[in-house]
C-alpha cells in the first residue's frame, strides 16, 4: 500500500524527499542538487525506485536506488536504435522521460519522442516497445508543449495482466491487452478543438494532459484533457466530457484509489491564460462521477496567486484521503482530508516538474 | 615518444563518471573519442546522442577550432592536436 506519510518532488534542481510526522510535513533530503528531475518512481516494499534526470549539457539519465533514495547509481538510459534513413517524423534521440511506472514486472518508461521503453532487471536495461513505434499512426502525432510527441501517462490494469492504457500528447490514448505487441487506439469521444473542425474527434490527435486509472475500479479512468476533462467507465472503450466550475481546463488530475467516483483537478484559467482564475489556487473535486464538483480554496492563496499546477504535479496516497500538489513555481501544498483544506508544505522550491506520494 | 593527440574532458563532467585523459593514435575525432569511450563506455551517453551524433549542447575544440562535422565526427587531428570535449553554455 502506498505509504501517505512520505512524498517525492522532483524539481528543475533536484529530487526532494519530504516526510510526514502528526500531520506536519517537512523536507526529509535532497538528492541531485542542481540537477533537473523530471520524473520518478517512488519506492517498491524493497527500497528500489528510480529517478530520471535530464542534464541540460548531457542528455537524459536514469538513477536507481534500492535503499529508498539513501544511496544511488546510475543505470542504463533508454536509447532509440540506429534512424534509418528514409525515417520520418521526430528524431530517433531521447529528449526527455515523462513518466515512469511498474507494469506487472516491469518497469515501464514513457518517453519524448513518443518512444515507450520496457525493463525487466529494474533499469539495468530497456528495450524500446516497437510495434507501438512502428504504428503508422505515430507519424500523425505532434508535440503538446515541447517539439515532438511524449507518453506522459501509463496505466496498468490492475486486473487484467497485460493490460495497459497509454495517454500520448498529441497523439491520444492507446490500449494494450498483450503485453505491448499489438495496440489500438482508445480515445472515442475525446474532442480536439485545436483541430480543423473535420478533424477534432480523430483519436489520433487527442491531447490528453493526462490520465489516471482508479486502481479499485479500473474500468473508470480520468483524462484532463487539453479541451476539458473527460471520464471513461468501460475501461477507455468510450469517454464523455465533464463540465468542472470556473474552467475545465488543466493539467493534472489524481483519481481515488478506491472510489471510482471521486477525482481531483487544478484548473487554469485557458489555454493562452495558463494561471488560476482570479488569482486564486483552487482544486475542483468531484465525488459523484462528474455530475457535480466542489471547489476547494480552505488554505490555498487566494490572492495574487500565478502557480500551475503541471500534469504530474498532483497525487493522491492510497488512503484516498491524503494529497499532495506542487507548481511550477515551487509551491508545495498538501491535504490530509481528501482536499477539505490545505497547508503549505514548502514554498521555495525550484520549479516542480512532479510530485509521488508513497 | 611519438606525439598523439591528446583528449581531455570537461572537469563538469566529474560529478557524473570518470574522465580520462586519453593519448589515441586516431587520425579522426569520432576514433579519438571511442578509445576514449574504451576507457570508460558510459562516458559515451554523455558526450553523443542516441544516434552517436555529438551532443546538441556539448562542444569540442580541436586545437582551438570548434568542431565542424557534429554527425559524423570526421574532423581530421594531428599527432600534436589537442581535443577539449566541453559543455556549450546553450544547455545551461
Known amino acids: 500500500m502506498t505509504r501517505n506519510d512520505r512524498a517525492w518532488v522532483a524539481t528543475r534542481k533536484g529530487l526532494f524527499e519530504l516526510r510526514a510526522s502528526a500531520g506536519a510535513w517537512r523536507i526529509e533530503r535532497v538528492n541531485f542538487l542542481g540537477e533537473p528531475v523530471t520524473m520518478l518512481l517512488p519506492p517498491d516494499e524493497q527500497g528500489r525506485m528510480l529517478a530520471a534526470l535530464n542534464l541540460g549539457h548531457f542528455g537524459v539519465k536514469l538513477h536507481a536506488s534500492s535503499d529508498a533514495g539513501s544511496s544511488w547509481q546510475e543505470v542504463a538510459t533508454p536509447t532509440f536504435p540506429e534512424q534509418p534513413q528514409d525515417a520520418a517524423g521526430p528524431p530517433w534521440k531521447l529528449?526527455?522521460?515523462?513518466?515512469?511506472?511498474?507494469?506487472?514486472?516491469?518497469?515501464?518508461?514513457g518517453t519524448i519522442p513518443g518512444g515507450l521503453f520496457r525493463s525487466a532487471d529494474f533499469g539495468q536495461s530497456w528495450q524500446l516497445v516497437d510495434p507501438l513505434w512502428q504504428r503508422a499512426e505515430r507519424l500523425g502525432w505532434f508535440g503538446g508543449g515541447y517539439d515532438a510527441p511524449g507518453?506522459?501517462?501509463?496505466?496498468?490494469?490492475?486486473?487484467?495482466?497485460?493490460?495497459?492504457?497509454?495517454?500520448?500528447?498529441?497523439?491520444?490514448?492507446?490500449?494494450?491487452?498483450?503485453?505491448?505487441?499489438?495496440?489500438?487506439?482508445?480515445?472515442?469521444g475525446m474532442r480536439a478543438d485545436f483541430m480543423p473542425p473535420e478533424m477534432a474527434e480523430d483519436q489520433n490527435v487527442q491531447d490528453p494532459h493526462r490520465i489516471q486509472r482508479c486502481a479499485a475500479q479500473p474500468q473508470v479512468l480520468w483524462?484532463?484533457?487539453?479541451?476539458?476533462?473527460?471520464?471513461?467507465?468501460?475501461?477507455?472503450?468510450?469517454?464523455?466530457?465533464?463540465?468542472a466550475p470556473l474552467t475545465s481546463f488543466g493539467?493534472?488530475?489524481?483519481?481515488?484509489?478506491?472510489?471510482?467516483?471521486?477525482?481531483?483537478?487544478?484548473?487554469?484559467?485557458?489555454?493562452?491564460?495558463?494561471?488560476?482564475?482570479?488569482?486564486?489556487?483552487?482544486?475542483?473535486?468531484?465525488?459523484?462521477?462528474?455530475?457535480?464538483?466542489?471547489?476547494?480554496?480552505n488554505g490555498l492563496p487566494q490572492k495574487d496567486c500565478y502557480d500551475l499546477i503541471y500534469r504530474h504535479g498532483l497525487d493522491v496516497a492510497a488512503d484516498g484521503r491524503t494529497l499532495m500538489m506542487g507548481s511550477t513555481t515551487g509551491h508545495v501544498w498538501a491535504s490530509g482530508d481528501a482536499g477539505d483544506t490545505w497547508g503549505a508544505v514548502a514554498l521555495n522550491l525550484p520549479p516542480i516538474a512532479a510530485v509521488r506520494l508513497g | 615518444m611519438r606525439a598523439m593527440p591528446h583528449i581531455?574532458?570537461?572537469?563538469?563532467?566529474?560529478?557524473?563518471?570518470?574522465?580520462p585523459e586519453v593519448d589515441s593514435e586516431a587520425t579522426t575525432l569520432r576514433a579519438a573519442l571511442d578509445d576514449a569511450f574504451a576507457h570508460n563506455p558510459r562516458l559515451r551517453g554523455y558526450v553523443l546522442d542516441d544516434q552517436q551524433h555529438l551532443r546538441a549542447n556539448v562542444v569540442i575544440f580541436i586545437d582551438g577550432q570548434r568542431c565542424a562535422d557534429r554527425i559524423k565526427l570526421a574532423d581530421t587531428l594531428q599527432p600534436h592536436s589537442t581535443v577539449h570535449v566541453l559543455q556549450a553554455l546553450s544547455g545551461g
Not at chain 1, 161 to 179: H, K, N
Request: glycine share 12%; with cysteine.
Open chain 1, 223 to 243: 483524462c484532463q484533457h487539453h479541451g476539458g476533462i473527460w471520464r471513461s467507465t468501460d475501461n477507455a472503450a468510450s469517454w464523455h466530457e465533464l463540465k
Open chain 1, 95 to 109: 529528449v526527455l522521460v515523462w513518466s515512469l511506472e511498474r507494469v506487472g514486472n516491469e518497469v515501464w518508461a
Open chain 1, 151 to 188: 507518453i506522459h501517462s501509463i496505466c496498468p490494469h490492475p486486473g487484467q495482466p497485460g493490460e495497459t492504457l497509454l495517454g500520448i500528447s498529441c497523439g491520444g490514448a492507446w490500449r494494450t491487452t498483450d503485453g505491448g505487441t499489438q495496440w489500438q487506439l482508445s480515445a472515442r
Open chain 1, 251 to 297: 493539467f493534472a488530475v489524481a483519481a481515488h484509489p478506491q472510489d471510482g467516483e471521486t477525482a481531483w483537478f487544478v484548473p487554469g484559467i485557458k489555454d493562452e491564460k495558463r494561471v488560476p482564475v482570479d488569482g486564486a489556487l483552487v482544486v475542483n473535486r468531484t465525488r459523484d462521477g462528474g455530475r457535480s464538483f466542489e471547489t476547494l480554496r
Open chain 2, 8 to 19: 581531455v574532458f570537461t572537469p563538469q563532467l566529474r560529478r557524473f563518471t570518470s574522465t
